[in-house]
């Protein structure tokens, strides 16, 4: 999911560094990421090492572990050093310093919502030329997934770690209550009064709950009705249009007459958990990178459903690309570059997925043979892919992270206290074009 906001106080002097030097660097080679261009395709096979900085955790160790070795094999003369820094605020919190101090990694995670604001600033390096000079296949990547780490129609980074949120359901509550999983807007209301049940005026159980504790759950909410929260230049809040609102007014429409559930605050996340294994909520919205866990603790059998759709139905990617560091040595870059394919290589889509609990990135992998038996096991992931290329990335602006708080605090304001969507929203908008007049 979405990040923390520490990238709010990330100051422009420290992330404009155009001649940053490598890890194992000792001159840079080249000036800025929007000058980049691939050299030839070499077979220099000179021993190099480079470093990977990532964000995955111990579950995930042996997969990347394994993907490491297989590379090994294949690049017997490139030595991949991967260091865990952290999650992704202190990952990227750690590659700022790094920058600063002009010691940059080869190879890092860059969450998604963080990649406009290291582009902008000119530290990633464009992998434009490299895919043109390689004739990487850049179609059998979800659209939305790529686009999402591409800016100012450059490609900073290619897609590894990929989630989406979705409709996690009771499927045996659904069964017994004979209902199924809203496909629209439209739909809720009479799913809702079915599922829901109420002792009085108390809920004994909600019909689904939406995360309000970050603003990656409802976003597309934002967009599927019609709205948009930046303006298409990425100057003008747009959450206090008419389409825009019409999410939150729903919500608390829905939250007032016992359908809904929604978690703020400290400890939501925990709860609304407990609430979905206690029967108490029968469909939770919640990160697709936790199907799995949710398969393997529920007691009872479980759903995916792709979020419902009014105007659209699309569901915002989060997670992070893998992404090369401007300013390192030629023979860093090539390797560099090599590891970047192969980690997000066709070849390696399944296995990395099932290791990772990610969603795979790659149409041909999808369609293979290691594709069919991955779906064939967990069947709770067709609900994603057969809406593969509406998995999209948020807003490219700079200060999204920033002016995302402004409405995130608008939906705690509504969930704890009550107030007005509406008014809420025009001042959450106001807050943020005084934040986007400033980029």
Known sequence: MKMKKWLVGLTTAMLVMSSMIGCSSSTPTSTNASEA??????????????????????????????????????????????????????????????????????????????????????????????????????????????????????????????????????????????????????????????????????????????????????????????????????????????????????????????????????????????????????????????IKWYIETAKFEVGVSFLPGDKKRNSHMGGASIAVMDGIKDNEKEAAWKFVQFMTGAENNIKWAEGTGYLPTRKSAISSEEGKAYFAKYPQYKAVFDNFDNVIGPPKSPAFNEASAAYEEAMGKMVLNGEDPETLLKDAAKKMNDILKDQ
């Open 37 to 290: 261009t691939a050299p030839p395709a070499t077979e220099d096979k000179t021993p190099v090492t480079i470093q990977y900085w990532h964000a995955h955790d111990d579950d995930q160790k042996a997969a990347l572990e394994n993907m490491v070795q297989e590379f090994n094999k294949k690049y017997p003369w490139i030595t991949v050093d991967t260091v865990f820094q952290g999650d992704y605020d202190t990952l990227q919190q750690k590659l700022q310093a790094a920058i600063a101090a002009k010691q940059v990694p080869a190879v890092t995670n860059i969450e998604v919502h963080a990649l406009p604001q290291f582009a902008d600033s000119g530290v990633l390096m464009d992998l434009t030329p490299y895919i043109s000079r390689d004739k990487l296949d850049t179609n059998d990547f979800s659209e939305g997934m790529l686009k999402a780490y591409s800016y100012q129609d450059k490609q900073f980074g290619l897609p590894l770690i990929v989630s989406t949120s979705v409709m996690v359901y009771n499927k045996t509550m659904f069964d017994q209550e004979g209902v199924k999983p809203p496909q629209t807007w439209d739909e809720i209301e009479e799913f809702a009064k079915k599922l829901t049940k109420k002792d009085g005026n108390e809920v004994s159980r909600y019909a689904f709950s939406v995360p309000g504790w970050d603003t990656w759950y409802f976003d597309p909410w934002i967009e599927n009705g019609g709205g948009a929260i930046l303006s298409d230049d990425m100057k003008t809040a747009m959450i206090d249009q008419p389409d825009s609102m019409k999410f939150m007014k729903l919500f608390k429409d829905w939250k007032d007459k016992g359908y809904m559930h929604i978690g703020y605050g400290k400890g939501a996340s925990g709860n609304m958990r407990q609430m979905f294994f206690d029967g108490k909520i029968g469909m939770v919205e919640h990160t697709s990178a936790l």
